[in-house]
Structures are given as C-alpha cells and as structure tokens.
C-alpha cells in the first residue's frame, strides 16, 4: 500500500497567517491526491481533488499544489473557520490511503 | 441534496459481530463506487473497503480482510458492512462515503459526500 506522511502533525497559527501543510507519497500518486477538513465530532470535508482543483463551494484562501509524490495544501490567510483538522488522501488504487493528519490549532 | 445515513454500531464484545447500514439519497446509487471509513477514538482516517457500482468489485483494507463484508442493495439504496470477529482495535467511528467514481473499471476517486458517522465500540 501507499503510505502518506504530513507534515507538521500540529500547526500553531493566528487569523491572518499563511499556512502551509506538506503531505509526501511512498511512491507516485501522479495528481490523484486530496485534501480534506474535519472539525471534532464531524465527518471529513473535501476541499481539493486532483491536487490542485478546489471543491465547489470552498474558499479561495484554500489552495493545493504538488504531483508525484510531494503535495501542498496551503491557507493564504486564516480565517477562525479554518481551525481544524487536514488530511491529504492518495487515490491513485483502490486502497486509498490517508495521511496521520496535520491539526492547526490557535496559537 | 445528497444524504448519507449510518446506523447499525453499538456496544460489542470481543469476537461478536455487527452490522452496519448506510442509506443513501439524492444521487443516483447504482451509478457510484461507495466506501466505508474508520476513525478509532482520537486517531486519524483509515479507509476499510469499497465496494463497485454494480457490486460486482470489492476491496478490503488487510487488517479486515477475512473478517468483514461489503456489499449493497441497489434497489434499496443502501451500503452495508458486516463485520465478525470483532476485535478491540476495531473501535471506530464509522463513515460511510460516496465515490465520486464507478468503480466498475477500476476508477475509484475521491469522496465528495461522507456520513456523519456510527460509532462501534468493541469491549468486554
């Protein structure tokens, strides 16, 4: 199976700040990549799919980057709705697999 | 509006089984691949199976493999996972999510629309 690493696992952040979370691949995923946010108790929420195209109805603040195995999602100015949360996930097989997930936390 | 509806978790004891259902609405069922997805207490996304359009495909994650089924009733619009032999370490929420692919030639996708979850709780 693909294993999906992220980076930072915590992110200590303020409204404003650009932030930006890193997700690699064990091996090429090509574009087949995801994003998605999940606050407590709630079910995750897509925010981009094919690595850098954004899921209708999200902010334009939200934007992904990346192909093969080195992937970005990155915050241009967070917003209080934005502490949550972030998985990236790999969909380039049938197994697909999530990474341990990056939690951005009020600094 | 497409909805999607998990039930059948509860309290279970080692070795036991469950069943889960996931009804759907809203979209047309027959026509996407669905998935369920587990989330222990605490710990991040683990996904546990899909299951094809047709039914005809389904895949497991190795640690379930053996132990739980996937399958679903096109006619009902409904997702279900049967589970045995349940072990501690299945303690999860879990999610039922809509593909945005078939699945019935191999084209699994992301997933645009989750569940809100049913909890399973395995303890003696």
């Known amino acids: 199976d693909i294993q999906m690493t992220q980076s930072p696992s915590t992110l200590s952040a303020s409204v404003g700040d650009r932030v930006t979370i890193t997700c690699r691949a064990s091996?090429?995923?090509?574009?087949?990549l995801a994003w998605y946010q999940q606050k407590p108790g709630k079910a995750p929420k897509p925010l981009i799919y094919r690595a850098s195209n954004l899921e209708s109805g999200v902010p334009s603040r939200f934007s992904g980057r990346g192909s093969g195995t080195e992937f970005t999602l990155t915050i241009s100015s967070l917003q209080p709705d934005d502490f949550a949360t972030y998985y990236c996930q790999q969909y380039s097989s049938y197994s697909r697999t999530f990474g341990q997930g990056t939690k951005v936390e009020v600094k | 509006e497409v909805q999607l509806v998990e039930s059948g978790g509860g309290l279970v004891q080692p070795g036991g089984s469950l069943r889960l259902s996931c009804a759907a609405s809203g979209f047309s069922f027959r026509d996407y691949a669905m998935n369920w997805v587990r989330q222990a207490p605490g710990k991040g996304l683990e996904w546990v199976s899909v299951?094809?359009?047709?039914?005809?495909?389904?895949y497991y994650t190795d640690s379930v493999k053996g132990r739980f089924t996937i399958s679903r009733d096109n006619s009902k619009n409904t997702l279900y996972l049967q589970m045995n032999s349940l072990r501690a370490e299945d303690t999860a929420v879990y999610f039922c999510?809509?593909?945005?692919?078939?699945?019935?030639?191999?084209?699994?996708?992301?997933?645009?629309?989750w569940g809100q979850g049913t909890l399973v709780a395995v303890s003696s």
């Open positions: 999510a809509k593909d945005m692919g078939r699945g019935n030639y191999g084209d699994y996708d992301y997933f645009d629309y």
């Open positions: 091996q090429s995923v090509s574009s087949w």
């Open positions: 299951i094809s359009g047709s039914g005809v495909s389904t």
